[in-house]
């Protein structure tokens, strides 16, 4: 994950408040695929591609924590040939990425189901979580078969299962039983793609999360798009609620 002088230069010109945590809802593959008279799945591998700029250079920025959202509940409903192609480059990704991040220090955390994965995704998702668990970098959010009102539901029912007393039934308590129990909530939520949907995607993590959106398609937003981003943030005030 290294950083080229033109990275560099344009993380020192930033301001200097950097978002703790930022999501990223990745979207657009398809259409800058299209747009190239190219097949969809051209476009996917490019947004895979785009992946590692953009995890570098959050790294390099500081930010502490990034979650992707790579493939969510309702994507199973996509053409077959589609999924099957997301699958296999999500195996081969994670297969060719993972050692490389975890030399850089970054700790893999999966976020989402397993019981429908392939044996061999799982594997190397489960491989990936193990091999970089005591890291002390970035912790790299990989929401893949992931539902925001799916982790809710699942959370309530694991506290059911788990006998939790009603009287010790709060937020905190709550929060222990999502995917994203060790993670603090969004503080900047990125959608590409131009749409202003959060798609069911951390629906708990960003109550209190800015939103910002872009046109550029994912394969494309790097760099100065998230200078952007960034800039946009430091722009907010960040109220929680409160009267300031």
């Not at 990425?97 to 700790?107: D, S, T, Y």
């Not at 995704?121 to 091999?131: D, G, S, T």
């Not at 799916?150 to 995917?179: H, W």
């Amino acid at each position: 994950m290294t950083v080229n002088p033109e990275a560099s230069r344009r993380i020192e010109n930033a301001k200097n408040t950097v978002p703790h945590h930022v999501a990223i809802i990745m979207d657009g593959n398809g259409r800058w695929a299209e747009s190239r008279g190219l097949d969809v799945s051209e476009g996917h591998h490019a947004g895979f591609e785009n992946l590692r700029r953009v995890v570098a250079d959050l790294a390099e920025r500081g930010v502490a924590y990034l979650t992707l959202y790579a493939f969510s509940t309702e994507n199973w409903d996509r053409p077959e040939s589609e999924v099957n192609g997301i699958l296999a480059l999500a195996i081969a990704v994670i297969a060719h990425e993972a050692e490389q991040l975890n030399e850089n220090g970054v700790r893999i955390k999966h976020l989402g189901r397993v019981d429908r994965l392939s044996a061999e995704l799982r594997e190397e998702l489960e491989r990936a979580v193990e091999n970089t668990a005591s890291n002390t970098g970035l912790t790299l959010g990989i929401a893949f078969d992931y539902g925001g009102r799916a982790e809710i539901a699942n959370a309530a029912r694991q506290m059911i299962e788990d006998g939790v007393p009603i009287d010790e039934i709060n937020e905190s308590k709550f929060v222990e039983y999502l995917y994203t129990a060790d993670m603090p909530d969004v503080d900047l939520l990125i959608r590409t793609g131009g749409d202003f949907r959060i798609s069911n995607f951390l629906l708990w993590q960003t109550a209190y999360s800015e939103f910002y959106t872009s046109e550029t398609l994912w394969p494309d937003f790097y760099g100065e798009h998230i200078d952007m981003a960034f800039e946009s943030f430091n722009e907010r005030k960040r109220r929680f609620g409160k009267r300031i």
